[in-house]
């Protein structure tokens, strides 16, 4: 047991459990906090891909679709009534930072965290025993209407000029690589460079144990007290010179004595397993549906779009019923494989990127949250430049974009 550690982590998904990593392999002596365990919160619940073919940021829904939201009749998003009133002004700047040229800005911001996922993933779970959870088979993406691939073409456009591979596959070409998947689509792209996680919170707890294996510890404790002192921070009985916070949405909350607050908007996810007959091997995002159907050792799991509400608001998973009448048209789902939808807070920024650095206000203190939909993809890498930007190393790519400072 170490009486002072150099850096205490706090929150156990991918953010968290990698950068622990990273700061171990530099012979560092760190402690990885979780309130609830490994990988059990947003990390657990994701759809599992891995890929380079990140290069633009989630879109908000089309304004055309905006009356169906309001009445709760889009998988794609939801308003949770009343709370989620609450976030209308974080809507407001999402829609404004996700302009042309704000989303190609804030996509190329985000490259060098995403166009080597596959490898920094490997990197990580390769010692960790846990790369039977990585399937070859990634994500295509289907459009179901002609208006539909056309929309698309800008993403396609910004694809090809960052080298990022992928084909454009009829119902008749997709049906020999997924010959269960109905051709009830017009359109098919397949992201040939990405990957997929068969079970990501199995995987996650691999690489977690492998870090205590080689050293660190890790505790399942909550966080009730952060304060600075001696030189350095105390969080509840425990000493270090760094603390990082890799909490996602709960960030805010531990920051408030701290003069800290960013604008995290609460996106709310749904997901349910069903014992499927179907063989697919790939994660289908339904472009036009806003949902996805991803193989993993659960079941087959049906992923939501956003829900906006208050964190500790009851859970309202109808949208998980909305996306299963949708699925159905293209994969025979079968039965759930358990009683109630699974409830996840993706941690989003309007500008659609994370905060990683350290804080302008604090010495020692260091954030590394805010991956949004992007969190399992880029989580490895904002470990890695994380622990070297704690270390005084050269990073391997400018952290600017991501600097706490910039709200």
């Known amino acids: 047991m170490h009486t002072k550690f150099d850096t205490i982590i706090i929150g156990a998904g991918i953010v968290g459990v990698s950068t622990a990593i990273h700061l171990l392999k530099k012979e560092k002596t760190v402690l990885l906090l979780d309130r609830s365990g490994i990988a059990t919160e947003t990390s657990y619940g994701n759809s599992g891909i891995i890929e380079s073919s990140y290069v633009l940021p989630f879109a908000p829904p089309h ?22 009133l609450s976030q209308f002004p974080w809507m407001l700047n999402f829609y404004w930072q996700s302009r042309k040229a704000a989303r190609i800005k804030s996509g190329a911001a985000m490259r060098p965290l995403v166009e080597n996922a596959i490898a920094e993933h490997r990197a990580v779970m390769q010692e960790a025993g846990a790369t039977h959870y990585i399937s070859d088979h990634g994500r295509i993406k289907l459009h179901r209407s002609e208006d539909s691939f056309i929309n698309g073409q800008y993403e396609r456009d910004v694809m090809t000029q960052y ?3 992928f084909e454009i596959l009829s119902p008749d070409e997709l049906q020999e690589i997924e010959p269960d998947i109905k051709p009830n689509f017009h359109r098919a792209i397949q992201l040939t460079d990405s990957k997929r996680y068969t079970n990501p919170a199995k995987a996650i707890q691999c690489a977690a144990d492998w870090f205590v294996k080689q050293g660190g510890e890790y505790k399942q404790e909550t966080v ?13 009985a425990h000493k270090c010179d760094n603390v990082v916070l890799c909490m996602g949405p709960w960030t805010n909350k531990l920051l408030k ?19 499927s007959a179907a063989n697919i091997k ?3 995002v339904d472009a036009d549906e806003g949902y996805l159907i991803c193989p993993m ?6 992923t939501t779009g956003a829900e906006f509400a208050m964190m500790n608001s009851d859970p309202q998973p109808m949208q998980i019923d909305l996306a299963l009448l949708k699925a159905k048209e293209l994969v025979e789902i079968g039965e759930a494989a358990e009683d109630k939808a699974w409830m996840g807070t993706r941690p989003c920024l309007p500008d ?12 020692g203190l260091w954030f590394n949250f805010g991956h ?7 989580g490895p890498a904002s470990g890695r430049l994380i622990a070297q930007m704690i270390t005084g190393e050269t990073p391997f790519c400018d952290p600017n974009p991501y600097a706490p400072l910039r709200f």
């Open 163 to 165: 080298g990022v591979p």
């Open 372 to 378: 949004g939909h992007c969190g399992i993809t880029a």
């Open 63 to 84: 304004w055309s679709n905006i009356p169906k939201i309001l009445m709760g009749k889009n998988a794609y998003a939801r308003i949770n009534y009343p709370d989620g």
């Open 224 to 236: 009730a007290s952060l304060s600075q002192s001696d030189g350095g921070w105390q969080v509840n």
């Open 282 to 284: 790939h994660a289908l």
């Open 352 to 363: 659609s990127l994370p905060v990683i650095g350290q804080s302008h206000k604090h010495e």
């Open 297 to 302: 050792e659960q079941g087959v799991r049906i």
């Open 257 to 275: 004595p701290f003069n800290h607050k960013f604008p995290l908007g609460v996106k709310r996810g749904y997901h349910k397993h069903y014992a």
